[in-house]
C-alpha cells in the first residue's frame, strides 16, 4: 500500500480570462437579483427561479418570500396534475421491482396540467404588482420571463439528503420514504425529466446558484457559468471524487487518500461518474460548485467528440471508480445485463461492460470471473435460490471460477460475466457508465449497512449469465490480455482491453520521459496507476500545465488534439504509468 500520497480531494478548474465574481449567502445574492431585476426597461417583469430536484426547497421560497412580498407569487406546483394522474404516469416507469425501472419518455411539461397553465399566464398577462415571481421545478416554463435563476446542485449531494430524509422526489411528498425507493425514483424519472429540461435553459439563464451547501449558497452570471463550461472542455479536469462506505468496504483509500480514519471502511470511490461527481470552477480564490453533468449536458460535442456523440448523444459513455475491499470482503456475486436485455427490460440503449483493473492487493488476494467448467446450470440457480431465502450459504467456489491476482493484472468483464472482486484488493473499476444495473445473485451472508439484506436480482440475472463463459474461455478472452503496442527506451505502449464484445479500449503507458498522447478526436480517461506526480501539458500551449497524482483520475476533453504526459516532482527519471480509456471508433 502506497502511503503518505498527495491525492487532490477537491481538484478545481482556475477560470482564466473571465471577470466574474461569486455572491455568497442570500443577502449578496438576493442583492445582486434585485439590481438585475431594477435594471429591466420594463413596467412589469417577470422572474423564475427554476429547481432542480432535491434543493431545499422550504429554505429557497422562504427567502425568496422574504424579499419579494410585494410581488404576485406563484408556486410551479401549482400547475401540477393531480397526485393521482400523476402516479398512474409513471407507474408504468417504475414498476414494481424495488431497484429497476425503465428510463422515462417523459419531459417535464407532461406533468402539467395545460388548463392551470393558462390560468397563471392570464395571470401573468394581467399583474396586480409591478414584479411576478414563480419558483419551482418547471418555473421558467411560463410566457414572459426576463429573468432566470437557476438553483443547482450535484446528484451526489441529492443523494446524501435522501439518506437524510431531507427531501422528496419531483411531484411527490415522500421525504420519509425509504432511500432506494426515492433513489430509484430519481434515477429513472427526477432527473431524466430535470436534465432535459436544464439543457433548453443553458443559454437563457441569467445566474446560476450553487445550492450543495444550503447554508452557503453562492451564485454566479449565466454568462460567467458558461465560461466556466466553455474552459473545462478545452483543458484537462478532474471531478471531486466521492467516497462511500459499503457491506464489504476496506482501509487501502484511508490510507492513500487520506480519508476519515474514523469512519469504518470506504468500499467506493467514485472519481469519473459525471452523471453524479460535481466539478469545481475557481473564480480567483472562491470556489463554485456544479454538477459536473452540466458539462456533458452544454457542450457534449466538444467534450466527447463527434463519434461518441454521435453513438451516445449527451451522455458520458465512460466510468471510473475504486472498489476497496483491503481487510475488507468480497463485493456481492453479481452480472449484468445484455444490452438486447437491458433496452428490453430498462430502455437504456447500452450496456454495463466493465474491468477489473488492479490497482493494488494483498498477496493471495483473489477475483471471482467466469463460471467453472461442466457446472450443472440448474443446480446453480437452485442452490443461489436456496440460500438467498435463508436455508444455506452458496458454494460459490463450487460454480464460479477465482483467479489469483497481482499489482496491474487487468480483468475484463463483459455482460454476462458471473464475477466480483475478492477480498484484499483495490481495483480501478473502468467500464460503460449504466451503473446501477448490476443483478447481485449472492450477497454472502451479510447485510446492508442498514441492518437489511441487500435486493438480490437472481432472476434478472438467470436470463442474461453467458454459461459458456467457463474457465478455459475466461482464461483465454478475458485474463490478462495484454499485447505490446509499441516500446523504446523510455517508453512502452500496452493494450490491455477491453473484450471484442465491449466498446471501450484502453492502453497503459509505461515511461520515464515526456510521451506524447493523440485523441483522435475523443475523450480519454486516464488514471496514474504508478508514480507519485506526472504533468499533463499542451505542445502548442492550449492550456496551462496540469498535475496528476497517484490513483488520481482526470480527463482530456475531444477538443483537445494532443497532450504530453511527463514525470514530475520526486517521479522524474522515475518509472510512470498511466491506464487511458477511451470509445473504439466503429
Known amino acids: ?69 410585494d410581488a404576485d407569487l406563484f408556486d410551479a406546483k401549482s400547475i401540477y396534475k393531480s397526485n393521482n394522474e400523476i402516479e398512474e404516469m409513471v407507474y408504468p416507469e417504475l414498476t414494481d421491482d424495488r431497484v429497476f425501472g425503465k428510463i422515462t419518455n417523459f419531459n417535464l411539461v407532461d406533468f402539467f396540467d395545460s388548463d392551470k397553465i393558462e390560468e397563471v399566464n392570464k395571470k401573468i398577462r394581467n399583474p396586480r404588482n409591478t414584479k411576478t415571481i414563480i419558483y419551482g421545478n418547471g418555473a421558467s416554463f411560463f410566457e414572459n420571463i426576463d429573468l432566470i435563476i437557476y438553483f443547482d446542485l450535484a446528484r451526489w449531494e441529492i443523494i446524501q439528503r435522501f439518506r437524510k430524509n431531507e427531501v422528496s422526489n419531483l411531484f411527490i411528498e415522500n421525504s420519509q420514504s425509504s ?17 432535459k429540461h436544464k439543457t433548453k435553459l443553458y443559454d437563457k439563464i441569467d445566474f ?38 459499503g457491506p464489504w468496504g476496506g482501509q487501502w483509500m484511508k490510507e492513500v487518500c487520506d480519508l476519515d480514519k474514523d469512519i469504518k471502511n470506504f468500499a467506493w470511490c467514485f472519481n469519473c461518474v459525471p452523471e453524479e461527481n460535481s466539478i469545481l470552477f475557481k473564480f480567483g480564490n472562491a470556489v463554485f460548485e456544479s454538477p459536473s453533468i452540466n458539462l456533458v449536458l452544454y457542450r457534449p460535442k466538444e467534450l466527447l467528440g463527434e463519434n461518441v456523440y454521435n453513438n451516445f448523444g449527451a451522455e458520458f459513455p465512460i466510468r471510473f471508480d475504486f472498489l476497496d475491499t483491503f481487510d475488507g470482503g468480497n463485493l456481492s456475486l453479481q452480472v449484468h445485463p445484455t444490452t438486447q436485455y437491458i433496452k428490453e427490460n430498462f430502455r437504456m440503449s447500452y450496456t454495463q461492460d466493465e474491468s477489473y483493473y488492479i490497482l493494488d492487493c494483498k498477496p493471495g488476494a483473489k477475483v471471482f470471473l467466469g463460471l467453472k467448467e461442466h457446472i450443472d446450470k440448474d443446480l446453480m440457480i437452485d442452490k443461489l435460490l436456496d440460500a438467498n431465502q435463508g436455508n444455506s450459504s452458496f458454494p460459490a467456489e ?23 472482486s475478492g477480498k484484499n484488493s483495490l481495483v480501478l473499476e473502468i467500464s460503460a457508465t449504466p451503473y446501477i444495473f448490476t443483478f447481485k445473485l449472492w450477497d454472502w451472508d451479510r447485510l446492508g449497512l442498514d441492518g437489511k439484506p441487500r435486493p438480490i436480482h437472481i432472476n434478472h440475472g438467470k436470463k442474461v449469465i453467458q454459461w459458456d463463459r467457463t474457465t478455459n474461455w475466461t482464461k483465454e478472452n478475458l485474463v490478462n490480455k495484454i499485447s505490446k503496442v509499441s516500446e523504446n527506451n523510455t517508453h512502452v505502449e500496452e493494450k490491455t482491453g477491453l473484450h471484442e464484445l465491449e466498446f471501450i479500449e484502453t492502453r497503459r503507458h509505461w515511461f520515464t520521459e515526456k510521451i506524447i498522447h493523440q485523441t483522435n478526436g475523443t475523450v480519454n480517461v486516464l488514471n496514474l496507476v504508478e508514480g507519485n506526480q506526472v504533468l499533463v501539458e499542451s505542445p502548442n500551449n492550449k492550456f496551462e500545465p496540469f498535475i496528476v497524482n497517484y490513483a488520481e483520475t482526470f480527463v482530456i476533453p475531444a477538443n483537445i488534439d494532443q497532450y504530453t504526459i ?21
Open 1 to 69: 500500500m502506497k502511503k503518505k500520497n498527495k491525492f487532490n480531494k477537491f481538484p478545481f478548474v482556475q477560470i482564466n480570462g473571465f471577470d466574474s465574481h461569486i455572491y455568497s449567502g442570500w443577502e449578496n445574492i438576493f442583492s445582486k437579483i434585485n439590481n438585475s431585476i431594477d435594471r429591466i426597461e420594463k413596467l412589469h417583469k417577470v422572474i423564475a427561479f427554476e429547481f432542480y430536484q432535491g434543493v431545499h426547497e422550504k429554505e429557497i421560497i422562504s427567502e425568496i418570500k422574504l424579499r419579494f412580498s
Open 179 to 195: 432511500f432506494e425507493g426515492k433513489y430509484k425514483r430519481a434515477f429513472f424519472i427526477d432527473w431524466r425529466i430535470c436534465d
Open 208 to 245: 446560476v446558484v450553487d445550492t450543495n451547501n444550503i447554508d452557503h449558497p453562492k451564485m454566479i452570471t449565466g454568462s460567467a457559468f458558461r465560461g466556466a463550461l466553455e474552459q473545462a472542455v478545452n483543458q484537462p479536469f478532474e471531478l471531486v471524487p466521492f467516497f462511500d462506505p
Open 398 to 420: 463450487e460454480f464460479v471460477e477465482q483467479w489469483e491476482i497481482k499489482k496491474h493484472d487487468h480483468f475484463l468483464i463483459p455482460a454476462g460475466t458471473v464475477h466480483c
Open 566 to 586: 511527463k514525470p514530475f516532482g520526486n517521479s522524474i527519471n522515475k518509472k510512470c504509468g498511466t491506464i487511458k480509456a477511451y470509445v473504439r471508433e466503429n
